[in-house]
């Protein structure tokens, strides 16, 4: 069986403090063969750092995906094209930089981890059907894995009927809120969205207090993240490697 540890979008210190202390034992506990995290908001609640990720990658994390906020931070541009552990999506822009995916082995069984936007409130140059149709005609694998970062639940699930035969894990992100909807859809493991590894109470990583001042009150404000303890979000998805069909999906979360 092979044992992929899906975790949830890590936003800020307290998301990358809260996997680290628990990444060992999780790696244990289910006698993980790969780990994969959506980082796009490791750095300081949005964006990546180069810094930010030679430490996930160092601290237990085999691969990041990303998303929306994957160009968030300039800085990207000077280290996209030698991090070959982080995947970006296929569908945004600018589509010349970075790795749309990442190919391992495990098991005599070629993984494949790509990523994609949905198109609800979403800037993609094309469409996730789109972008992921001529993506299966380029890359070959014998597993493929997909990050499907998206706003609505809607898309995510069609998505995951549409491609069930031919792609083993659909893993929602970007909602950072953990749904209770994993299932096993065909041959496909799924979840609307696998929520977020970042400070418990706090709106979406977010400080309340400034989140009320910017909704509430329609004051202008800085993104500030939230301090405190952190809950840890994440899926394992079990996969057969000799049907190359998912067995099974299991929900994880962690409170403080």
Do not use: W
Not at 4 to 11: E, N, R, S, T
Not at 222 to 232: I, R
């Amino acid at each position: 069986m092979i044992k992929i540890l899906f975790i949830g979008d890590i936003v800020a210190q307290a998301g990358r403090n809260v996997v680290f202390n628990n990444i060992s034992f999780l790696r244990e506990e289910y006698a993980i063969d790969l780990v994969i995290a959506n980082g796009e908001n490791a750095a300081h609640g949005k964006g990546i750092t180069e810094k930010i990720y030679k430490q996930l990658v160092n601290g237990g994390i085999d691969l990041i995906t990303m998303g929306n906020h994957t160009f968030a931070k300039s800085a990207i541009f000077e280290f996209i094209g030698a991090a070959d552990r982080m995947v970006r999506p296929l569908n945004l822009e600018p589509v010349n930089v970075g790795n749309y995916y990442k190919l391992v082995e495990i098991k005599g069984k070629s993984l494949c981890v790509f990523n994609v936007l949905g198109t609800v409130f979403m800037i993609t140059e094309q469409s996730a059907f789109e972008a992921t149709d001529a993506f299966l005609k380029q890359v070959k694998a014998d597993i493929y894995l997909c990050d499907f970062h998206g706003e609505a639940t809607s898309e995510k699930i069609l998505y995951a009927f549409n491609y069930q035969d031919r792609i083993q894990a659909v893993i929602g992100t970007h909602t950072h809120v953990q749904t209770a909807d994993e299932r096993l859809i065909g041959n496909t493991a799924f979840i609307s969205d696998v929520g977020m590894c970042g400070v418990y109470n706090s709106i979406l990583g977010r400080d309340i207090d400034e989140t009320k001042l910017r909704l509430v009150h329609q004051e202008k404000t800085h993104f500030k993240v939230a301090e405190g303890p952190a809950v840890l979000c994440a899926v394992v998805i079990s996969i057969d490697e000799v049907t190359t069909r998912a067995v099974a999906i299991e929900r994880i979360q962690l409170r403080p």
